[in-house]
């Protein structure tokens, strides 16, 4: 990823697509085995991911809005609105079609909340998650 004095630079969608490079280049490298806690609770999905301090990552892009809250650590944050770094405690709401790369400052408690009636992860996945932009917005255009 670009130093942030330089991402900064960028347009939203240059950032975007930084960020989808550095998925493909993530791929190519060995693979993290990041913890993962999942919890269902009255039509309320709770996914945590456990990140340990070092780690680059980044996330998928959700179909919705969703609510973040990160109960541990430290977590610098690179989307297309620009980089910020999150320091626990910390809640807030994300949009769709959001796509974040992110580097472990500290191990990182980072917990995904959905509203489901759905306890099968892979169907949570085709209902909250789009595999790519192009995806995205087909689903986004189709829902409106």
């Not at 991402?7 to 490298?29: F, G, N, V, Y």
């Not at 680059?56 to 179909?63: A, F, N, R």
């Not at 509203?115 to 409106?144: G, H, M, R, S, W």
């Amino acid at each position: 990823m670009l130093p942030i004095s330089k991402w900064e630079q960028l347009t939203p969608m240059a950032r975007r697509s930084s960020i989808c490079e550095l998925e493909e280049h993530c791929k190519s490298l060995p693979q993290a085995t990041l913890p993962l806690n999942e919890t269902f609770c009255n039509g309320i999905y709770a996914r945590e991911l456990i990140i340990p301090q070092g780690v680059t990552l980044v996330g998928e892009i959700h179909l919705q809005e969703n609510l973040n809250i990160v109960t541990k650590g430290k977590i610098l944050v690179a989307t297309e609105e620009g980089v910020k770094e999150i320091s626990a405690p910390a809640m807030f709401k994300s949009p769709a079609g959001v796509k974040r790369a992110g580097y472990a400052i500290e191990e990182t408690h980072w917990i995904c909340l959905h509203a489901t009636d759905l306890t099968d992860t892979e169907e949570i996945k085709k209902e909250f998650i789009a595999p790519n932009f192009a995806e995205f917005d087909k689903l986004v255009e189709y829902k409106v």
